[in-house]
């Protein structure tokens, strides 16, 4: 049996599509600037990328200046990661505070909780969105990989 949609509903869903083009097309005429911390690693991307108000930071593991992972596991290695994004933010201008959202990568989901006291004590309130899961692997063993996007307010 075939289900037709209510007119209100295709209408509703022409205009959310009608925005998100808006958006878009707003969004790719905004110039956008690479954001490089330290030295290049010679890796085929920047750590962010300003577009307009909004930055987007690469995945950030818990490596130091010699791109070595810290020493003492998912603690040490959250603290390190966030220390990282926090590099990246303040390169483009931007605050911790800016960040909305974050994704939060884990070697295994049984060191949520030590990352999260990490976590915590580190990102300011109010607290960004987040996702985290588990992967089957990260680059270089790390047990974490942290992503972010961070708006600036006008």
Do not use: C
């Amino acid at each position: 049996m075939r289900k037709i949609f209510p007119s209100s509903f295709r209408i509703g869903i022409a205009a959310t599509v009608i925005v998100v083009l808006a958006i878009s097309a707003i969004g790719y005429s905004q110039a956008r600037r690479a954001i490089t911390v330290g030295e290049s690693k010679g890796l085929p991307f920047s750590d962010g990328m300003l577009v307009g108000n909004t930055l987007y930071i690469a995945g950030q593991e818990g490596t130091d200046a010699s791109n070595k992972l810290v020493a003492g596991g998912i603690g040490p290695e959250t603290q390190q990661a966030l220390e990282n994004i926090q590099k990246v933010v303040k390169a483009a201008g931007f605050e911790l505070k800016d960040v909305v959202a974050v994704t939060v990568y884990l070697a295994d989901i049984h060191e949520f909780g030590d990352m999260n006291k990490v976590y915590r004590s580190i990102m300011p309130d109010p607290k960004p969105t987040r996702a985290t899961v588990q992967v089957a692997a990260l680059v270089n063993n790390a047990r974490i990989e942290i992503s972010a996007i961070a708006v600036k307010g006008k």
